[in-house]
């Protein structure tokens, strides 16, 4: 011990003894002679390092052992620069228009240069998607790498998107997730409650934090074994780098609103389709409005949405400092987000500090640590509705489409007796509606809770510490041990108020004539206290996952043979607990944020949840290659996961990549001038999935406060119940997908277009599988069934990019496009009923693909308007007559015309769409279905509409740049598929709310007053079976200009004058404009369908980044 | 330095000691419970019966809610006593035939729990076997006896109401295990015979393990009970008996009839020495057995499930029927109008049938009726209570100022109807919260019981004690014992038969047994496929009818309201002793005033249209549904349906 502890003193001491000459010089770039700040200037095979000050001018020590300078700046090529005994020295530099192929780039548990790289791996250009205004980094991924998928976001304040990679498949009943593995720094991101990947953090991660992003799409992802089948996003924080105190600070000022609302109809469209609607269904007077009425309802012009919608503010400030010495290197950051509201009241802001040192302990020891803090508060009003119907979607995010088709003609206040009041809204022409009523419109009034102090509050605070104690072992080259250990600990606390409503309500409107306000008398209000879902309630949820690892690494080269291998052991676990509280009957005004006023405690809601989960694995990575020429990498993970039975727990998972960089043979070198790179690379590997929730594999018996029969004085109470789990499956154990990816890397022309190819062949077998829809599955057994490991899928598909980047003097272009094509085919699957085509080729089949027909009924084109719409007498006895013909000459006794269910003519009605009859019985013991039997019905009589749901999509992503000047956009186009109008059905029971339907419906069919309707009318939509059939489908064809940002770099010398080192302006926007909308009246737009319950939000950003 | 190395060295230490899965081993699902620890303790496997209830009852809100775990008014809707909703087994331009148009209540599996027929069963089965089972050693040997009683008796009503359904269904007694393979338990559809006789024998053993009347009423009250199985026994074999089920139910010696008679006299002694009987002694009683409260034993509930009384939304099992039948002007649901068949329906004061020669006029419907008339309907100016306002009272009549002018309708009560019903509402419900008023569903009653009685009486020809039963129904309310209480002198079994199901319309209207009675006698249509019960009874069939009402119309056109508050002052309080005045009051405040004026648009209407019931003869029992079919292909269809390829089903459920 003493002996090495000399050893090692001996070697920092070293340095100290030996001579020591300084080497000034200064950095250019190759083309402009431009002075570079910044570079990075260190000497070959040292890690110490300077960097050159404003005026590109360094100035290094260097030991005699030392002739070659290494530069490297981002954004150019790195240069080798030998030297002899100058003492000054100027170094060029190029631009690179190809990526640095000596990158380094994150890899799991580790880096390799990126001209190593063997598997599927791509990296996100942080440079290209950091003026984005978006609430996530999620959301900066769209279109950025082919085979991610990227969906949602932009729209209610709080909603992320959601990422994921590939196929990914989820047969299973529940516990399914497609979200991809997210690594932060080596620590695996899941979900302390589920165990499953979790995007929570990486979506609160502000970019200017982040140095890189990649993406391992394959078999290269099997190094996380039993979670690596939905692919891996890996992501490293930014460290400090040596040099004098860096200072940048960023800041976005944005500005949101909807890209548009769906056009509804004004008071008076509404009153004439309401009309329409329940004359059509019979309904008595009291239904309609009469016309003085529709006259009074020109004047009138309530716009619910519009009260209280407006452009809102958000913005977005980080500051980060990086910098040290040989010795210790440091990052800080923090940055600050607050967004503004759209609707209702709001105060979001989010707090995120990072703080990191990497510190030589000693020669060879090393230690990293990293501190990351974040805390978000979000304070904002509650306004939920517990109401689900047509354009409501209940919950706590559904007022956005309740009020924009909230009819026109109803007020949220009026002036009874003097006194302006909140009012109950009338749910349709007939409905005084009921104010107590638990689930229903007219208990609910958005501005009466919007200033009762109805609320909810969020503060989310979490912090993850990261420690790394890395120790090069001086007797062995190129041996190395490393200890991780990450933390991360998270605290929520929620807090809804919902206060009660003080509500008008207008108790004669039910009756014809007496519809409007204006028509209700003083005493015909009656006032009522909605308390039905006034309540308090607290969640408070405190995680803590933990990650350790250790590692042995070695890294050396034996002449042109260059070895890495690393082994790990790592160990988990996740804990989270819940408290749950819930107090009923607060008092108005009285409530001041603790329990004491919040009303009485509902003690059989009041919960503690507890959760743990913990996994054990076993990892390693072995690279070997021969002059970067010839390369081979192997992991390989073995998991061990309380998911599944102790004998169950391991899994074990390799994977195996080699690549061939063929333009770097001599007989390639010599002939092909114009390929600069072709390197072909193919993966093989065992990736795992545990999609499926804990403890299956063990009968249990969930105990809840509610679930339990009262009995005696607790007679038609709540009492405590014990529910009997799923009947378990011991057997449960992990599936299996076998990666298998062949790859191209190519650059032609100067390394001016690069091309990326990869395709993958990926099977699964032994998929978690729901079996309680298989053939010969007795019903009569009860319960349920866990899932078992059974159906196998094989899913293949293409990606491509292709990017072109070229510079004329000043001026630079890129132009990359990204695509991809996918499909699979179910290999093995459970039997299943015989059935119609419609069914038997679109479910998951044994022999089915993923890419089906699209089926449908087939309008009846016969009819008078040849649009398949009935809207004479005639018409219905042609078409009666059509189907009685069928029936007759179906050659089965006693076939009768049968329309849906409907089985006398009278049943029909004008209005109403009719479709061809195609098929009758079918015959399961022979497996033939039969012709035409004059029935109609759904799957029996639909035919292929389409031969294939197929969507194609391209992204293209566009940089422009000329001196200071940068523009980029991406621009996605997509069609194939299928479209379908938004046709909404409106419910007819006495607890449907009466809705104002999107502007094209105003030329609804009406036999009285529109007999030349185009649409069919909505009251008999689930007569002719709403929209399944032709009849609503729609062009697919898309192009959307999605973002867009264009950005100014001030002159050096300026800004020097200012003392700043750079300044940078943008605008950028994203969500913008779609070039073609294919929707009648073009009544909404192509981002939103009409009963979206909150808009796709379009960004507008300024922005400044300032580095000091 | 050296510290560092130690630091190091223990890390390594730490990190592969970390290596060895017992941590993993260590965790535990924090909510949830293995088996060996709830059936050995008496508190959870209390907790798992008390979900095993909440699985069957948690959704009867409402006693016209019908159906174990469904709870829903279909069945209720396609009798005379609800008008306005047509089912589709009565809607004439409707015609159900194919397996895809059965009822799906026979359940499909799915990997989560379902709330289904089967699953209640496996439920049920899971705790006989584990009440065996070793893992049970702790609990008490009487718990375990009430806790197999208890899953004995569910698991009776739920084959009950699947051979109700269905007919003949798989019986699977024993907790199998699910498989695609296992021949052993595709288990086909038993005959509806041996269902029956499964479903008494689960009684027979529940009366045997059960108490007839649990001690410690606070905490047990409403568990099922001997009492209740064997009560229970007599319905079960009733039904069997009754002509859905039983070929030979024209033969008054028929063994179904006699079994079903031995089993209701059975229960009458064994539940009467237990102290059950009819609750109160007069019609006043007979309106408030329902909420006598949820811990006090009440004498008329056999089968009772309790509502919440609490005053909050997420407590419990709240009430939908008290909001139902409160009209408008009661702050309530808008109320449940009574047809017109229904109030015609009920007999005179004197227990004597309605007819235009013994004095009846439908106009004025509320003169000299059954006691129980008033009390299952409420009408203008009767006193119908709240709490804080005993004496309240609405009116249903509407008013127009001119034949085209918007109609008004006192207190916006906006019924179909100049009565509405107001059975077992509580006058002491509060109108903020109807929902929680403090009603409990009497699911099974006493009056019931001799009703089953008096109706195998009759079948098996005994018309004497047929009659006899329906005396002690009527004597309770306080109809006269003269003329066998207005039953007349009957002469053949078909009167005595259709004597009983007329008393039991009005003794237990409004309570979800009429579809029911309907089913078991088949009285929807006249075939000899229904074996022409219609004709031989004397009835007219529902097929052709349709549920009619009417309103109280001012006579003259004006625009305020015809009546003065003095001429709503009225207090029709049948308990009264000045009762009749008080109704001749309403009789001449309605010659003043109103006229019976047809409904607006007619009550029955599929799409603009009137419809009359139109029920065909295979609805009476369903066909299991296609996605039962395509699955369990070794299940047969039921004659009268068409299986899932389409062809006639073969199974027969008469035998």
Redesign the interface.
């Known amino acids: 011990?003493r002996f090495?502890?000399f050893f090692?003193?001996s070697l920092c001491c070293m340095n100290a003894f030996a001579q020591e000459r300084t080497v000034n010089g200064v950095v250019v770039d190759g083309k402009t002679g431009e002075h570079l700040p910044g570079a990075i200037v260190s000497a070959k095979g040292r890690p110490s390092n300077v960097s050159t000050k404003y005026d590109g001018t360094f100035s290094i020590k260097l030991l005699p052992s030392d002739s070659i300078l290494v530069v490297s700046y981002i954004g150019y090529k790195r240069v080798q620069q030998k030297i002899g005994d100058e003492t000054f020295v100027t170094i060029r530099m190029d631009s690179t228009v190809s990526a640095d192929l000596n990158d380094v780039v994150v890899v799991g548990y580790g880096t390799q240069s990126k001209r190593d790289i063997t598997g599927s791996m791509a990296t996100v250009n942080i440079k290209q998607i950091q003026d984005m205004p978006v609430a996530s980094i999620s959301e900066a991924l769209r279109g950025q790498i082919p085979g991610l998928n990227v969906s949602g976001g932009a729209q209610r304040p709080g909603e992320l998107a959601s990422v994921s990679i590939r196929q990914q498949f989820n047969w299973?009943?529940?516990g399914g997730n497609t979200a991809p593995l997210i690594v932060i720094d080596d620590v695996l991101q899941v979900d302390p409650q589920t165990g499953l990947p979790s995007l929570d953090r990486f979506n609160q991660l502000d970019l200017s934090e982040v140095e890189s992003i990649t993406v391992l799409r394959d078999a290269s992802a099997a190094i996380y074994g039993s979670r690596a089948s939905q692919g891996v996003i890996v992501i490293k924080t930014k460290r400090g780098q040596a040099g004098a105190p860096k200072v940048t600070y960023s800041g976005k000022f944005e500005h949101n609103d909807a890209v548009s609302h769906s056009k509804v109809m004004n008071a008076r469209q509404y009153g004439e389709y309401s009309n329409s609607f329940n004359k059509?269904?019979?309904?008595?007077?009291?239904y309609q409005y009469s016309e003085q009425e529709l006259n009074m309802m020109d004047t009138l012009n309530y716009d619910w949405l519009g009260n209280d919608w407006r452009s809102a503010g958000t913005m977005q400030h980080s500051l980060d400092i990086s910098g040290g010495s040989d010795n210790a290197t440091y990052f800080m950051g923090a940055s600050y987000y607050t967004q503004g509201a759209n609707l209702g009241a709001q105060d979001f802001k989010r707090w995120t500090y990072r703080g990191g040192a990497d510190v030589k302990?000693?020669s060879g020891?090393h230690l990293g640590a990293t501190i990351a803090a974040a805390n978000t508060n979000v304070e904002k009003s509650f306004t939920k509705i517990n109401f689900s119907d047509g354009f409501a979607n209940g919950g706590e995010q559904n007022d956005y489409s309740v009020l924009l088709h909230m009819p026109k003609y109803i007020p949220w206040q009026y002036n009874i007796d003097g006194v302006t009041q909140y009012i109950s809204p009338p749910l349709g022409s007939n409905r005084?509606g009921?104010v107590?009523g638990?689930n229903s419109l007219s208990n609910w009034n958005y501005y009466a809770l919007l200033n009762n102090g109805s609320k909810t509050t969020n503060k989310n605070f979490n912090y993850n510490v990261n420690f790394s104690?890395a120790?090069d072992v001086p007797f062995i080259q190129g041996l190395s041990?490393k200890?991780n250990y990450g933390l991360s600990q998270a605290a929520t606390n929620t807090e809804q108020v919902m206060m009660p409503q003080l509500l008008y309500q207008a108790?004669?409107i039910?009756?014809?004539?007496?519809h409007l306000f204006s028509e209700t008398a003083d005493k015909d209000w009656k006032a009522t206290n909605n308390t039905?879902n006034s309540r308090v309630t607290y969640d408070n949820t405190t995680s803590k996952s933990e990650q350790?690892?250790?590692f042995i690494n070695y890294n050396r080269s034996f002449g042109e043979h260059n070895i890495s291998a690393m082994v790990s052991?790592e160990?988990a676990?996740n804990e989270l607990e819940d408290r749950y509280q819930?107090y009923?009957?607060p008092t108005a005004g009285i409530y001041n944020g603790t329990s004491v006023s919040a009303g009485?405690l509902?003690t059989?809601?009041t919960i503690t949840?507890?959760?743990?989960?913990?996994?054990?694995s076993y990892l390693g990575r072995a690279a070997y290659n021969y002059k970067h020429k010839y390369l081979l990498d192997f992991v390989f993970r073995t998991d061990?996961?309380?998911v599944f039975a102790?004998e169950n727990?391991w899994g074990f998972f390799p994977g195996l990549s080699a690549g061939w960089v063929i333009s770097d043979e001599d007989f390639f070198k010599d002939h092909i001038r114009w390929v600069d790179l072709l390197k072909i690379r193919t993966s093989w590997g065992l990736t795992g999935n545990n999609n499926i929730k804990?403890?299956k594999w063990?009968?249990?018996?969930?105990?809840?406060t509610?679930?339990?029969?009262?009995?005696?004085?607790?007679?038609?109470?709540?009492?405590?119940?014990?529910?009997?789990?799923?009947?378990p499956n011991r057997d449960v154990h992990w599936d299996q997908t076998l990666q298998r990816n062949f790859g191209l890397d190519m650059e032609f022309l100067k390394s001016r277009l690069a091309v990326t190819f990869d395709q993958y062949f990926n099977s699964t077998t032994d998929m978690l599988t729901?079996?309680?829809?298989?053939?010969?599955?007795?019903?009569?057994?009860?319960?349920?069934?866990?899932?078992q490991n059974f159906a196998a899928v094989n899913a293949w598909g293409t990606e491509l990019s292709i990017t072109w980047k070229d510079q004329k003097g000043d001026f630079r272009y890129s132009i990359g496009i990204n695509t991809g094509l996918s499909n699979y085919k179910v290999k093995k699957y459970?039997?299943l009923?015989?059935?119609y085509p419609s069914e038997s080729t679109t479910r998951k089949a044994e022999g089915n693909y993923g890419i089906v027909p699209v089926w449908g009924f087939k309008t009846w084109k016969q009819t008078s308007g040849g649009d398949g719409m009935l809207r004479t007498d005639a018409d219905i006895d042609n078409y009666w007559n059509y189907l009685s013909q069928n029936a007759a000459n179906s050659g089965?006794e006693g076939a009768?015309p049968?329309f849906m269910?409907?089985?006398?003519k009278?049943?029909l009605?004008k209005g109403m769409l009719v479709y061809q009859d195609v098929a009758?019985?079918?015959?399961?013991?022979n497996k033939t279905i039969a012709g035409p039997n004059g029935r109609i019905?759904e799957n029996e009589d639909y035919v292929k509409l389409k031969k294939s749901n197929r969507s194609y999509g391209l992204s293209t992503n566009i940089n422009l740049g000329w001196k200071s000047l940068s523009l980029y956009t991406q621009i996605a186009t997509s069609w194939g598929g299928t479209n379908y109008l938004d046709y909404i059905k409106q419910g007819t029971s006495s607890t449907n709310a009466m809705w104002s339907q999107p502007i094209y419906l105003t030329d609804m069919y009406d036999e009285d007053t529109n007999p030349d309707g185009k649409y069919p009318n909505i009251?008999?939509y689930d007569?002719f079976g709403g929209t399944k059939s032709d009849f609503f489908m729609l062009p697919t064809f898309r192009m959307v200009i999605r973002t867009l940002s264009v950005g100014y770099t001030m002159p050096t010398k300026l800004v020097k004058k200012a003392k700043l080192n750079s300044v940078r302006f943008f605008l950028s926007g994203n969500n913008l404009w779609d070039l073609y909308n294919p929707y009648p009246k073009k009544f909404r737009n192509m981002y939103d369908p009409a009963d979206v319950g909150y808009p796709t939000l379009r960004t507008w950003a300024l922005g400044v980044n300032i580095g000091f | 330095?050296?510290k560092?190395?130690y630091?190091?060295t223990a890390?390594?230490l730490i990190?592969?000691t970390?290596?060895s899965?017992q941590?993993?081993?260590d965790?535990?699902?924090?909510?949830?419970?293995?088996?060996d620890?709830?059936f050995s303790n008496e508190e959870?496997t209390e907790?798992?019966i008390?979900?095993l209830?909440?699985y069957?009852?948690?959704s009867y809100r409402n006693p016209l809610q019908t159906v174990i775990g469904l709870y829903n008014n279909d069945r209720s809707n396609m009798t005379e006593e609800v008008g306005g909703t047509i089912p589709?087994y009565i809607n004439?331009?409707?015609?159900?035939i194919n397996a895809?148009?059965a009822d799906n209540y026979?359940?499909?599996?799915?990997?989560?729990?379902?709330n289904?027929?089967?699953?209640?069963?496996?439920?049920c089965n899971?705790l006989l076997e584990k009440m065996d089972a070793p893992v049970s050693a702790p609990l008490s040997a009487q718990f375990k006896k009430q806790a197999r009683g208890q899953a004995y008796m569910l698991r009776a009503l739920q084959y009950f109401d699947l051979v109700r359904i269905y007919g003949g269904?798989?019986i699977?007694l024993t907790v199998?295990?699910?498989s695609?393979?296992d021949v052993s338990?595709?288990?086909p559809r038993s005959t509806s015979s041996e269902c029956f006789a499964q479903i008494v024998k689960d009684l027979d053993s529940a009366a045997a393990l059960l108490p007839m009347v649990w001690d410690?009423?606070?905490?047990?009250?409403?568990?099922m009970t001997a009492a209740a199985a064997i009560a229970m026994k007599s319905r079960v074999l009733l039904t069997a008996a009754s002509p859905l089920f039983n070929k030979d139910w024209d033969n008054q010696g028929s063994e179904k009839w006699k079994a079903a008679l031995q089993a209701g006299l059975d229960a009458e002694t064994k539940l009467s020495g237990a102290g059950y009987g009819l609750y109160g002694a007069n019609a006043k009683d007979w309106s408030e057995m329902a909420f006598t409260g949820?811990?006090k034993f009440n004498k008329e509930a056999i089968m009772v499930f309790?509502?919440?009384?609490?005053s909050?939304?997420?407590?419990?099992?709240n009430n939908s029927w008290e909001n139902q039948v409160r009209p408008?002007d009661y702050?309530g649901?808008g109320g449940l109008s009574a047809t017109k068949q229904m109030l015609d329906l009920f007999p005179l004061a004197n227990g004597e049938r309605q007819t235009l020669a013994n004095g009846y006029v439908d106009t004025f419907f509320f003169e000299n009726r059954d006691p129980r008339f008033y009390r299952t309907f409420d009408f203008s100016g009767e006193k119908w209570g709240i709490k804080g306002n005993p004496n309240k009272t609405t009116w249903f009549y509407r008013w127009k100022p001119s034949e085209d002018?918007?109609?008004?309708?006192y207190g916006?009560n906006?019924t179909n109807s100049p009565a509405i019903v107001r059975k077992n509402s509580n006058p002491e419900a509060d109108s903020?919260s109807f929902n929680y008023s403090?009603t409990?569903i009497i699911e099974y009653r006493y009056a019931e019981l001799l009703l089953n009685i008096a109706e195998c009486y009759a079948a098996t020809g005994d018309i004497n004690h047929a009659v006899q039963y329906i005396g002690k129904i009527r004597a309770r309310v306080g109809i006269p014992s003269d003329n066998n209480y207005g039953v007349g002198n009957l002469t053949t079994k078909y009167q005595a038969i259709e004597a009983v199901l007329y008393e039991r319309r009005i003794e237990l209207a409004y309570e979800g047994k009429r579809f029911w009675d309907v089913q078991r006698w088949m009285l929807y249509d006249n075939t000899d496929r229904s074996g022409n019960t219609v004709q031989k009874l004397g009835l007219q069939p529902l097929n052709g009818t349709h549920r009619e009402g009417y309103y109280w119309q001012a006579k003259n056109y004006t625009a305020s309201d015809p009546l003065t508050p003095a001429d709503r002052s009225i207090l029709i309080d049948p308990d009264a002793a000045d009762f009749k005045a008080q109704l001749d009051k309403l009789k001449s405040v309605y010659e003043k005033y109103f006229v019976m004026t047809p409904l607006?648009?007619p009550w029955d209407?599929?799409?603009?249209?009137a419809v009359n019931i139109d029920f065909q003869p295979n609805y009476y029992l369903s066909g299991l549904p296609s996605s039962?079919l395509?699955?369990?292909?070794w299940l047969e269809q039921n004659i009268g349906w068409n299986d899932?390829?389409?062809a006639p089903g073969t199974f027969d459920y008469q035998k």
Do not use: H
Request: glycine share 10%; charged share 20%; hydrophobic share 30%.
């Open positions: 011990m090495v502890l090692l003193l299973g009943k529940d059509a269904l019979g309904r008595s007077d009291d302990l000693a020891l005084a009921n107590k638990n104690l120790y041990f200890l108790t004669n039910a009756s014809a004539g007496q039905s350790s690892n250790f052991v160990k676990t819930i009923e009957n009485t509902v059989d809601n949840y507890k959760y743990e989960s913990g996994s054990l061990a996961s309380t102790p727990y804990a403890w063990l009968q249990t018996y969930t105990a809840e509610n679930k339990g029969f009262g009995f005696g004085t607790n007679g038609g109470l709540y009492v405590t119940g014990a529910t009997p789990g799923a009947t729901d079996m309680s829809g298989a053939l010969n599955t007795p019903i009569s057994v009860g319960g349920a069934f866990a899932e459970y039997d009923p015989f059935d089965v009768t049968d269910g409907i089985t006398d009278s049943g009605k009758g019985n079918l015959d399961a013991d019905e009251a008999y007569d | 330095m050296k560092l190395f630091i190091l890390a390594v990190a592969s970390g290596c899965k941590f993993l081993e965790m535990q699902p924090y909510n949830k419970y293995g088996e620890q709830i959870l907790w798992y008390a979900r209830y909440n069957y009852f948690a589709n004439p331009t409707k015609t159900l895809a148009d026979y359940g499909k599996t799915s990997s989560s729990v379902t289904n027929p089967y699953t209640r069963i496996r439920y899971d269904v798989p699977v199998e295990n699910n695609t393979t338990i595709q288990t410690a009423p606070s905490d047990n009250y409403g568990k949820n811990a309790q509502l919440s009384d609490a909050s939304s997420s407590a419990g099992y408008t702050e649901g002018g918007k109609v008004v309708y916006n906006q903020t403090n409990s607006d648009k209407q599929v799409n603009n249209t039962v395509s699955i369990n292909d899932y390829s389409g």
